[in-house]
Structure formats: structure tokens, C-alpha cells
């Protein structure tokens, strides 16, 4: 059986194969809320009494902390697709706190999260969620100060160190033209929230022994959260289409990464190196994703991308549309060389 082909009620096989993995269960979400939460709050007031001591040791711990901060972004992402609990509720309030600790509007964020699962891989419907990626003819038409705003863009010390400060300390603090009430008042009641955690702060330990301990652990969570983002659909043979050869299911499949990250880093992620079984049910609870991954051989045939082999994507910058690959900016150069010769050498 394939995931193409249909069974007797005339839905796709691969809904039957995923269904089975889709009902949240309560016992597994109260638990990884317990060892994410109470661990983070932990090592906070842990960073909190090293300051007296060494603030070296204090940015050491920044990392551990970074990791479970990581692992709550995935269950906020979890609450977004309604897969964390079966209440709706339940996964709005959790949604909330979760999103509020990650500097997150949770009900705006997954509601440009949801955009993204219905087009990434889409070339004619980028721009919802995912990195900035042109085609090479795209990258050509732009004039040079775009070129080299495009070439800033895509380095990584700006793609994992600056954007993401920027992105979860200044781009989600405000609201756009066309938002939804429901997406403004989202980001309000966290900037709300967030003033009010800065208040108590500033009245217990004081506003800079907050900025010490809270501004580390978002750099390093930041960076590495982007970094699985990245990965997650910037890699060797990934799948990108025109809108009218688009295929969900073939994006899901070749186009979202199956990231076979080392045992603590994949805890940390929350399993979202899966992401190839995600792209294709968001309705599974992160904790499910490797047994689904398990349960199918079509899942299993999926190349999967290693720590190391992952360090090769830092060098693709954008997708030629003939070869269906991404490519790197010097591939341009090689590109313009081959325009510029005469026919017929």
C-alpha cells in the first residue's frame, strides 16, 4: 500500500496510517509540561543565585535553560494546531502561558503558522512563516542595494543571531494592517503580560539582574530554534513547486526534513525533527511523531538529514528553478559566466 492510494471510505491512505497518531493523550501533555516548566523555572532561579558568584557560570546555565525554553516553543506550537489536548480551551489558555514565556502571541503566531503548513514549498505562495528564499532569476532582477540586502539576509550571523532577537523582542510586540481583531488583541494581552512580568521582576530582583538572566537564554534559544526551522526545509533536495504542480502531500513527504538529531537534542526539540510526519498531520502531538514516523516504511524511506550533514545547508542561498535544487550565490556567478558566453561554446 501507498500513501497515494485510497481505501474503502475514499480517503487517502496515509489519513488512515496518521489518524491513529492524532488524539492527544492527557497523562503524556501533563508530563512534558512538568518537565519543561518546573525544570525551566528551576535553572532561572538557579541563573538568578549565580550572579552573586560568577555571571560565567550564570551564562553557562543560559544554555540548559535555552534548551527547555525550546521544548516549550514546541508545546505552544502544539497548543496552535489544537493537537496538545483535545480541548480547544485547554489548548488556547496553554497556548497563552506557553507563548508568553517565548515572548510569543500564540493565537497570531499560529495563525501565520497555519498559513505556512498550507503553502511552504509553494514558489507562487511564499512568505507566510518561512526563511526568505528567491530563485536564482528573482535574485538576478534586483537591483544591487537588494542583492546586497538579500545577500545580509541570508548570513548566518544575521539568519541566527540578530533576526531572531529581532523577531521574538520587537517583531511580535506590534500588530500589521489587515490583521484580525483576534490577532491584535493575541499580541496585546502578551505585550500585557509581558509588562507585567517585567514589573514584578523589577520589584524582586531588580530590572538587570532580570535583562542578565532572560536576554542570554533568548539569544541561544533563538538561534537554535531558527536553526531547526532552517533545516527543517532548507536542505539538499528539498521540494519547491509552482503553485499548479504543488502537492501537499509530496511537500510533506520531500520537502519538509526528517532532522535525525542525537537523543538530548531531539528531547529538547520536542521530536520536531519529524517534521517530514508533521508537514503531514499537525494534528499529532509531538510526542507521537517518531512512532508515526515507525509505523510506515514510506516514512522510513525518507533520507534523513544528520547534525553534520545538516552544516552543508548554510551554504544554500536560493532555488534554481531549472535544476530544482537550491543553490549557493556563487552557483550566480557560474550561472551569469555560462549566460555571457557565446553560442555554440
Known amino acids: 500500500m501507498t ?7 475514499g480517503r487517502p491512505a496515509w489519513r488512515r496510517i496518521v489518524a491513529k497518531y492524532e488524539k492527544p493523550n492527557l497523562g503524556r501533555s501533563l508530563g512534558q509540561i512538568a518537565s519543561t516548566m518546573i525544570p525551566y523555572f528551576a535553572i532561572l532561579c538557579v541563573m538568578y543565585l549565580t550572579l552573586e558568584v560568577s555571571y560565567w557560570i550564570t551564562l553557562a546555565l543560559a544554555f540548559p535553560a535555552a534548551g527547555f525554553l525550546t521544548r516549550n516553543f514546541i508545546i505552544c506550537h502544539d497548543c496552535g494546531h489544537g493537537s496538545f489536548f483535545k480541548s480547544k480551551k485547554a489548548n488556547r489558555i496553554l497556548g497563552f502561558v506557553s507563548g508568553v514565556l517565548t515572548f510569543l502571541p500564540s493565537y497570531y503566531w499560529s495563525h501565520e503558522h497555519a ?6 514549498g509553494d514558489l507562487d505562495r511564499r512568505g507566510h512563516g518561512d526563511i526568505w528564499t ?12 537588494k542583492r546586497i540586502w538579500y545577500r545580509l539576509y541570508r548570513n548566518p550571523f544575521f539568519l541566527f543571531g540578530v533576526a531572531p532577537i529581532f523577531v521574538f523582542l520587537v517583531n511580535y510586540r506590534y500588530w500589521r ?19 507585567a512580568i517585567v514589573i514584578v521582576a523589577s520589584l524582586t530582583i531588580g ?15 533563538g538561534a537554535f530554534g531558527v536553526w531547526l526551522f532552517y533545516v527543517q526545509h532548507q536542505f539538499e533536495n528539498t521540494y519547491w513547486e509552482r503553485h499548479e504542480n504543488w502537492n501537499y502531500v509530496q511537500h510533506a ?11 538530548i537534542f531531539q528531547w529538547f526539540s520536542g521530536n520536531i525533527g519529524f517534521h517530514h510526519v508533521h508537514h503531514l498531520s499537525p494534528r499529532i502531538p509531538n510526542y507521537y511523531l517518531q512512532k508515526c514516523h515507525e509505523s ?5 524511506e525518507v533520507k534523513h538529514v544528520t547534525l553534520w550533514s545538516s552544516m552543508k545547508c548554510l551554504g544554500y542561498r536560493m532555488w534554481d528553478e531549472e535544476r530544482k535544487k537550491l543553490v549557493g550565490f556563487s ?15
Open 207 to 221: 530590572i538587570k539582574a532580570y535583562v542578565m538572566i532572560q536576554v542570554p537564554i533568548m539569544i541561544v534559544a
Open 3 to 9: 500513501l497515494s492510494t485510497e481505501t474503502k471510505d
Open 253 to 263: 513527504l520531500k520537502g519538509s526534513s526528517f532532522y535525525k538529531l542525537p537523543g
Open 296 to 300: 510506515h516504511p514510506m516514512f522510513q
Open 177 to 195: 494592517r489587515g490583521d484580525t481583531a483576534r490577532d491584535r488583541w493575541s499580541t496585546i494581552r502578551t505585550n500585557l503580560a509581558l509588562v
Open 331 to 345: 552557483y550566480v556567478s557560474v550561472y551569469l559566466a555560462k549566460q555571457a558566453m557565446p553560442s555554440g561554446q
Open 115 to 120: 498559513k505556512h503548513h498550507a503553502a511552504a
Open 134 to 145: 528567491l530563485t536564482v532569476q528573482e535574485y538576478l532582477a534586483l537591483s544591487r542595494g
